[in-house]
Structures are given as C-alpha cells and as structure tokens.
C-alpha cells in the first residue's frame, strides 16, 4: 500500500496529466497563429506548428494550397516535436481553404487521428467555410469538444477577444465534456 506522501504525489501526477493540452496548428498568413498564441497564453499549453516542406509563398503557392485542398490531398510535413498521444486534449488550429481544412493540418490529423483523445477545433477563414472545416474535421477525428470560427476581419480588428475566451472556457477541465457523451 502506498503512504500517504506517496498517494499526494501520485495523484499530483495523475491530475497534471490529466490537463495535459497540446495546441497544435498551421498559418500561411498569420491569422491562425494570433489565434493560436491567444489561446495557447491563456491555456498554458503545449504548442506545435505544422509546417510542411511545400513552398506556400505567392501565386503558386495559394494555387498548390487552393488544388491540396479541393482535392484533399496530403502534403509533406516538417518533423514534429510533440506526440499528441501524450495530452488529453488537442486543440487544433486550421486556416480555411476552400471551404476545407488546410492541407497540412489535415495531413496531420489524418497521421494522429489513433493518438487523439479530446479534440478541440478552431478556424480561421475570410467569410465562410468554417462549418464545412468542423463536419471534416469531426468525420476524421470524432466529436470536437469545442470549436471557434472567426474571420480575418475579426482578428485584424481584436474583435475576436471574447470569443477566444469563450471557448478557452469551455476547455477548462470542469466543463470538458468528452468525446460522444
Ligand atoms: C488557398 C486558400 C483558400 C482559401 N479559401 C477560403 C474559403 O473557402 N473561405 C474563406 O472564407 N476564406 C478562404 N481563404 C482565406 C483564409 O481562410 C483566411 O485568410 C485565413 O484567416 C488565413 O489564415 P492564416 O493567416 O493563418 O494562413 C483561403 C485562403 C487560401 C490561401
């Protein structure tokens, strides 16, 4: 039988992995890491930038980006340094690009999606797409426990500060739901 500083220390571990979150998420232009910077700072958490090793720059790459995502194809990610597998929830953040995920967060989560306990979604986009992006990402990973659209024009301005709270507040532990029930 454990004592009892023994059983203190074991269950300060078991609590601290418990809220283990890992913020993972990809931006071509900015937006979606504000956002995530926003949440990340706020949450305390882990975060991870999905990079790939495709070129994204310019007219050529918003039109490799614009055919990755009409046609859902993968593309080469850059190595990693987190293991999802080790954080019980995921929050994971995704440009809109054709009314989809983009291709890099999706190449990801399609590599992870056994390793994923607890998802949360957030997105960013111009004007619509954001509800397409959450049934994809939901159809890959299972329900998302949260999930937060936003539009350029709302992080450009700072207007998006009460909704990122919002949804940081739905993350904290207590009022977590998971995954189906
Ligand atoms: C290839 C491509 C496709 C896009 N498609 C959409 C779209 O379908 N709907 C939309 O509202 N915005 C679309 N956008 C705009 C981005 O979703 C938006 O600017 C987003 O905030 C960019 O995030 P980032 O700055 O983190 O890269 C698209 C942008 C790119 C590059």
């Not at 418990?18 to 931006?27: G, M, T």
């Not at 937060?148 to 990122?164: F, K, M, Y």
Request: proline share 3%; net charge positive; hydrophobic share 40%.
């Amino acid at each position: 039988m454990l004592g009892s500083a023994a059983q203190a220390a074991s269950m300060h571990v078991e609590v601290a992995m418990a809220n283990r979150i890992l913020l993972a998420y990809s931006s071509r232009t900015g937006h979606t890491r504000k956002v995530a910077m926003d949440i990340a700072s706020a949450l305390d958490c882990d975060v991870e930038e999905i990079r790939d090793r495709v070129g994204r720059g310019g007219p050529l790459g918003y039109a490799r980006s614009s055919l990755e995502a009409i046609a859902r194809f993968d593309t080469l990610l850059a190595p990693t340094r987190h293991d999802p597998a080790d954080y019980d929830l995921v929050v994971i953040g995704t440009p809109i690009w054709f009314w989809s995920l983009s291709s890099p967060v999706r190449t990801w989560v399609r590599r992870h999606r056994d390793d994923l306990r607890k998802v949360a979604f957030f997105c960013t986009c111009g004007s619509s797409g954001g509800q397409r992006a959450l049934a994809e990402f939901e159809a890959l990973c299972g329900e998302a426990v949260a999930s937060l659209v936003l539009t350029d024009r709302e992080i450009d301005s700072g207007a998006h500060a009460a909704s990122v709270a919002a949804f940081v507040g739905q993350l904290s532990p207590r009022s977590r739901r998971t995954r189906g029930g």
